[in-house]
């Protein structure tokens, strides 16, 4: 166990489980994690190791059949999974974000239905709120659910779905004025839909459509995909809490977690990165010793391993606060600022100190250096990170003049 990136205060069985995705990373990812990447291949193999491991049920309750874990567990178990490869890491993010909001905010009969197979692996989930149109302006969503009689008719383009070939559920947030007046502020207007697939590519049931894998520059392996609605019928029951007008409060709630998961996936690929840089920096020899023996790079390993052990304690803090039941938007926006703002440069240091090899597909830096960026902008970019912190300063530190 390295000696940065410690959490205090764990107990027995945290450690355990941590122990575990450590060593079936260091086993199972590391050393398949290029090869697959570079062939833009899903990681069945390893996907079938993390169901038997039980980590598609980690914070899913026991009752359920799941291990009833914490946050903060699933958050340390994400870091670990990222440092071996970051795009495993989002295979588990969007189902747990989705088992998260039926958690919270399901009825019994959607919990009872969706939540144990959710747990066995059997059931992934993929969540949808952008549109080819917007990004972080959700209240600009424009796809649209009408009434009609005990069914809701669904119709509009979703964008960048994770897992979206691969779940059999997608959470789509969408627009249904029903019972809204016009003129109602938007995010009192959209409401979450349960939606069942098949996996795969093409249409996948009437009126819904994946139609293929996005090519991206990094994040690659996991399958990012559109998801077009054209008259596609979704039953009454199979709105998220069994009324409209809740699923942007619903959503922002599960993205809390996705943003603490962010964070955790930037502490996991900085992690990485310092490991390779300061393994490299004893192995390369310039003017007679080690490169690590040069002032500069020692001041760049100092940097690069602060930076991680300062994004790990604010990614703890934001999953600790959400286990408490408190509100966590300011930390949840603080840690996933920080730790993919330091993710990416602890990336471009280690890579920098490969030197012309980091350039190399050979070389893991290289794939961490395509990587890092989608960091930046998943669950929300940096401008939206600070929007939210400032507001939420804001609130705590009114001035009464």
């Not at 940065?4 to 764990?10: E, R, S, Y």
């Not at 069985?13 to 570079?38: C, N, W, Y």
């Not at 794939?367 to 929300?380: C, N, Q, S, V």
Request: overall charge negative; aromatic content about 8%; proline content about 3%.
């Amino acid at each position: 166990m390295s000696r940065l990136a410690q959490t205090h205060g764990l107990t027995d069985v945290q450690r355990e489980i941590l122990s575990t995705v450590r060593d079936f990373v260091d086993k199972e990812i590391i050393p398949v994690a290029t090869g697959l990447e570079h062939r833009d291949e899903y990681p069945q193999q390893i996907v079938d190791g993390l169901k038997e491991l039980g980590l598609f049920g980690l914070m899913i309750p026991e009752e359920y059949g799941g291990l009833g874990e914490s946050l903060l567990t699933y958050a340390l178990c994400v870091e670990e999974i990222a440092r071996g490869w970051m795009s495993v890491s989002g295979i588990i993010n969007t189902h747990f974000i989705v088992a998260y909001m039926l958690k919270q905010h399901g009825t019994d009969e959607q919990k009872d239905h969706f939540l144990p197979r959710m747990a066995a692996g059997d059931v992934r989930g993929a969540f949808s709120m952008s549109e080819p149109a917007l990004g972080s302006d959700v209240s600009a969503i424009s796809s649209k659910a009408v009434k009609d009689g005990d069914e809701y008719v669904l119709d509009g383009q979703k964008m960048w779905l994770t897992n979206g070939g691969t779940s059999s559920l997608v959470a789509v947030l969408v627009r249904s004025d029903e019972g809204h007046p016009e003129g109602a502020a938007p995010h009192r207007s959209m409401t979450t839909f349960l939606v069942e697939k098949e996996p795969g590519f093409g249409e996948v049931r009437p009126g819904l459509t994946i139609p293929g894998k996005i090519d991206k520059m990094g994040y690659k392996g996991v399958d990012t995909t559109e998801l077009i609605m054209d008259g596609l019928r979704v039953p009454a029951d199979r709105v998220l809490g069994g009324s409209t007008g809740r699923g942007f409060y619903q959503m922002m709630d599960g993205v809390e977690v996705g943003r603490v998961n962010v964070a955790a996936r930037g502490c996991g690929v900085a992690q990485r990165a310092f490991e390779l840089g300061v393994r490299y920096a004893q192995q390369r020899h310039t003017f007679g010793k080690q490169i690590a023996q040069h002032q500069a790079i020692q001041f760049k390993l100092a940097e690069m391993a602060t930076k991680v052990e300062a994004a790990h304690a604010m990614m703890v803090n934001a999953a600790r606060k959400k286990d408490s039941g408190e509100r966590n938007d300011l930390e949840a926006g603080m840690a996933k600022y920080l730790a993919s703002e330091y993710c990416k440069e602890v990336v471009e240091d280690a890579f920098r100190i490969h030197g012309g090899y980091g350039f190399s597909k050979e070389y893991e830096i290289e794939r961490l250096y395509r990587e890092a960026p989608m960091l930046l902008i998943g669950e929300g970019t940096a401008e939206i990170q600070k929007m939210i912190i400032g507001r939420r300063l804001l609130e705590e530190y009114r001035f009464q003049g």
